[in-house]
């Protein structure tokens, strides 16, 4: 008998999409206002991962006719000296978005650093005025994976309305603002992490999940619902989600492959949200 | 057979202790530096209920030895002129937490007006600032009904960590705010809201629930697990809570009345915040 087969939820087509829109927004922009929507790369010390990481968003912003300007802080900085940066960045009407790698240091406090960048230059969504707007839905940047999730369940015509959506991970960045949109899409959202108990059981009554974890097949396939949508945020070494994902596949209606689901989305929705961020800023000048 | 009765969360006894203990710091501030602290109360019309609640507040604040100044603005107010206002008060010294009563009239944003407070006089805890401090750990006030249920959960040493909090209604100054504080107490929470399907079913696992909704009698005991901490936030025309009282006591270890439970709280933290906000604005002018 043939198992059946959870559809995918193609994120490397959609990034592409999301791209090209981007890129021809960017080139109306430069032709017709002679302004190059332009993303800031903050990088404290050099860590490899994270090197690559902003190498990465730093090519993607060229091939989409974005200029990026990388500032390399040494692994010494300390919160003022990155906090003063970031003003400086914020101040200057030639920087459209910025983006602080992270994670920055323990030695430095991260959400002083996040607040310190401008909201309306925020395009990675990590100051607490983004937050609140996720949360409280105002007007603000979403953290680009969330806003890159609620995009592709857009796509794929997923109303979470009525849902019994499960967030596993809490993170500043992933878990708390997914949970935080799906809540403003009108799904009845769970929030588990390390301290829950009894998750499988938690995990079986999804209607969507969403795996923000970073542990490899963390989500067994037998604890997901029949019919489920799956997310799977979680990138592991060797290219693992956080989800069992041949034997989830076979019980959930749509599924986030990884690689190739929400990992391209995240980095579209940084360039898309650098051109809404350059698009006011330069029009406001006239 | 007698029937278990839950132990009564006593809000109204916690609250005294909060607001002596408020009236000791506020003598101390008015005798040791000569600043008194000072509570600006701004109500946009006249509506009746509002009214009330804004003199109940002053009288509160004037028993416990705080100066309430109060701001009396036409229904016809703008957005605008409001966001004028308080960005007065913020940055009047003479002024040490400032309360905006709402709701504030359709025809005006809200959150613009919230968001128009400075963060560090926002002792009602209403800005997108303390909403995320709220929410990622940061420093801020604490929305009062939240914060003042956090202080009876502490009071009655119920630690929300591994409990599976409930929280129905999504508030911006009540539901999110409420479930985000446990979740940082590292509770796994679920928000259910009017969009929610099988309420009861969810109801019926929370170890701690937390009713917020505003609908007499909405919880009926009979979903209440048994040995539940049942916090309710209700209160509704005829002193009557969210929850069935009689019987969700018959099953849960601990209950606030309505009322003399949450309702109490709620003031007392907005005072004991005003207080906060006053001691380290006055120091710091020394």
Redesign the interface.
Do not use: D, E, K, W
């Given at each position: 008998m043939p198992t059946a087969q959870a559809q995918l939820m193609n994120g490397t087509d959609l990034a592409r999409t999301l791209i090209d829109d981007t890129a021809r927004r960017a080139a109306a922009l430069t032709r017709d206002q002679h302004v190059v929507p332009t993303l800031a790369t903050v990088l404290v010390g050099d860590d490899p991962a994270s090197v690559t990481y902003v190498r990465m968003k730093q090519k993607r912003c060229e091939r989409a006719g974005l200029r990026s300007e990388h500032v390399a802080l040494p692994a010494s900085t300390s919160t003022a000296q990155l906090v003063d940066a970031l003003g400086v960045l914020s101040a200057d009407p030639g920087i459209h978005g910025i983006l602080l790698q992270h994670p920055v240091g323990d030695h430095i406090d991260e959400?002083a650093a996040f607040d310190a960048i401008a909201p309306e230059k925020d395009v990675d969504g990590v100051t607490?005025?983004s937050?609140?707007?996720m949360?409280?839905?105002?007007n603000g940047f979403a953290s680009c994976t969330p806003g890159g999730i609620i995009r592709l369940l857009d796509h794929y015509a997923v109303d979470p309305?009525?849902m019994?959506a499960v967030v596993v991970g809490?993170s500043?960045i992933l878990g708390?603002p997914v949970g935080?949109l799906l809540?403003g899409r009108?799904?009845?959202?769970?929030?588990?992490?390390s301290?829950?108990?009894n998750l499988g059981s938690?995990v079986s009554a999804a209607d969507l999940l969403v795996a923000a974890v970073g542990k490899p097949n963390f989500i067994v396939g037998e604890d997901i619902k029949p019919g489920a949508v799956v997310i799977d945020a979680g990138y592991n070494a060797g290219n693992i989600g956080d989800v069992e994902f041949s034997s989830a596949r076979t019980r959930a209606s749509l599924i986030t492959p990884v690689p190739g689901g929400v990992g391209p989305m995240t980095i579209a929705t940084l360039l898309a949200q650098t051109i809404d961020a350059a698009e006011p800023q330069t029009t406001a000048g006239e």
């Open positions: 959400r607490s005025q937050f609140a707007a949360a409280l839905g105002g309305a009525g019994h809490r500043p708390r935080m809540l009108n799904a009845t959202v769970t929030y588990c992490h301290h829950t108990r938690i």
